[in-house]
Structure formats: C-alpha cells, structure tokens
C-alpha cells in the first residue's frame, strides 16, 4: 500500500485513493474538510482535517549597521580584545558573560540607542543578533 504524507493541516492521499477507487464495492467521500471511505456500506477510515494552532515566528533581521554596533558594545563591556570575533550568532554566554554582564550589556545599548528595554525583553536577550532586532523593534514602536 502507498505510504500518505502529512504536511501542516493537509494529507496527501492520492495513491490511497487510486487504490480505492479500483477496489469494488468501495466508495469515497470527500471534501475540504474530512475524508470517509466505505466498503460494503460500512465505514472503515475517517480522516477529520481540523485547524491546529501554529506557532507562527516572525523574525526581522537587523541591518549590519545596528549589529556591529552592538557587537562593539559587547566587546567594550567583556572587555574582549579586538581580535575576537563577535557575530550576530555570538551567544553572550559563550563570550563568558554571566548574569550580571548580561545587565551591563543591555544598560550600554541603551545608553547607546537611547532606548529603555523592559526586564522581561532584557532577560529574553541571549545573543548579539536578538539584541540588536530587539533594538530595531524598540526604535520603530517609538
């Protein structure tokens, strides 16, 4: 028997129902929404294709122009040597930041960009790239 796939809220069953439609006695039903099929008038599959909830994420690359920036201010504040490489993808932790490094980062964006970040968007922070989008996103709402 052919194998279905299953890809986000839609079932893909059309070698099933090819097979079907050759076997006697069996009928399909189908619509947008569910799928029934029958064989001498009893039912043997039903496939109810409900909405599920999708965790939708939406990401905003910063320029380069804000990242590097952040990058320097993550240098200055880990006192890090210019030859060390800072990303967007660097994770603080990683660069040897611990909590209250973490602190100092984001009073140094702000004292930068001339933004206030809430605690809860602070704590969220844990690499150059989501700082510097959370910068950009601060900056538009203003």
């Given at each position: 028997?052919?194998a ?23 009928s ?5 929404s ?5 064989s ?27 990242v590097d ?25 990683a ?21 206030s970040?809430?605690?809860?968007s ?5 690499t ?15």
């Amino acid at each position: 028997m052919a194998a279905n796939a299953l890809t986000g809220n839609s079932i893909s069953m059309r070698p099933l129902l090819s097979q079907l439609n050759q076997i006697p006695a069996c009928s399909l039903i189908s619509s947008s929404s569910s799928v029934l099929t029958s064989s001498f008038g009893r039912r043997n599959v039903s496939f109810s294709l409900r909405p599920r909830s999708i965790r939708l994420t939406v990401s905003c690359a910063a320029k380069q122009e804000t990242v590097d920036k952040v990058c320097a201010i993550v240098k200055k504040q880990l006192a890090l040597p210019d030859s060390s490489p800072v990303t967007g993808e660097s994770k603080f932790s990683a660069l040897g930041a611990d909590s209250l490094d973490t602190v100092e980062i984001v009073m140094g964006l702000e004292e930068e960009f001339g933004i206030s970040v809430e605690e809860d968007s602070a704590q969220s922070i844990t690499t150059v790239q989501e700082a510097a989008d959370l910068i950009e996103e601060i900056i538009q709402k203003k």
